[in-house]
């Protein structure tokens, strides 16, 4: 088996050393690609990155979500319809055209004003960085239903209002939605909220909060939760100790 590896040895470590600067697993992983060889990295690469191939499933939706787009926007021109539409601006959500999306989810809106589409525009507003765009949009959603999307509206609300220096409604809307909200996002975006108000006792337990997850996840699950794991050791490592 070693003889195997060994002529590959150095593409397998380039291998994993990239996969592992872009996923950010435990540190400790690095030292075994870089002692280990081509030993360490393929170790490396069965158990952190074959796992990770079902992450990949919306990188192989790509042709067929593109294809379903110029179909689309050729649909549109003859049939104008809110449905047509919205499947349009999901799929540009989905695609990261947010300027796109948030103007198909406009046509949407201007015709028929439903929850979803208000939704899923403030989620393009907020990734072009239109604070108060998302906040008015979000206002409306959280008020017709506070639990939408399992709160994430709600948390992200919290998070506009912050963003937007609302201190107070920002303070309110996180105290509420953490008593019960369980997401990652949510709970890292209010330590980031209590660290930038000098409450650094309370942003740390949130803080540790989010990593202590970890521990009883699914594999899956702490794969898909690193990126906020990673942003949530960054916020801990800036608090005054």
Do not use: C
């Not at 929850?115 to 899923?120: E, H, N």
């Amino acid at each position: 088996m070693f003889g195997l590896i060994y002529p590959y040895g150095i593409v397998l470590q380039a291998l994993a050393i990239l996969h592992f600067v872009r996923r950010r697993p435990d540190t400790y992983w690095l030292w075994i690609i870089l002692v280990g060889g081509g030993v360490g990295a393929l170790v490396y690469i069965l158990v952190e990155i074959a796992p990770d191939a079902r992450l990949l499933g919306p990188a192989f939706q790509v042709f067929p979500r593109r294809k379903r787009i110029k179909a689309l926007e050729a649909m549109v021109i003859d049939n104008p319809s809110s449905g047509n539409y919205e499947e349009l601006g999901d799929l540009y959500l989905d695609d990261g055209q947010f300027a796109r999306a948030r103007e198909a989810f406009d046509r949407v809106i201007a015709t028929a004003d439903a929850i979803d589409p208000r939704y899923r525009r403030a989620l393009a507003a907020l990734a072009l960085n239109d604070v108060k765009a998302a906040a008015a949009d979000l206002e409306i959603v959280v008020a017709k239903d506070r639990r939408y999307d399992y709160q994430r509206a709600a948390g992200l609300l919290a998070h506009a209002y912050a963003t937007l220096g609302h201190v107070d409604q920002a303070d309110a809307l996180f105290a509420e939605v953490t008593q019960t909200s369980t997401l990652s996002e949510t709970q890292y975006h209010y330590a980031s909220f209590l660290a930038a108000q000098g409450r650094y006792g309370e942003a740390r337990e949130w803080g540790e909060r989010i990593l202590r997850k970890k521990a009883t996840m699914p594999d899956y699950i702490r794969r898909q939760e690193r990126p906020w794991f990673r942003k949530t050791r960054a916020v801990l490592k800036r608090l005054p100790s």
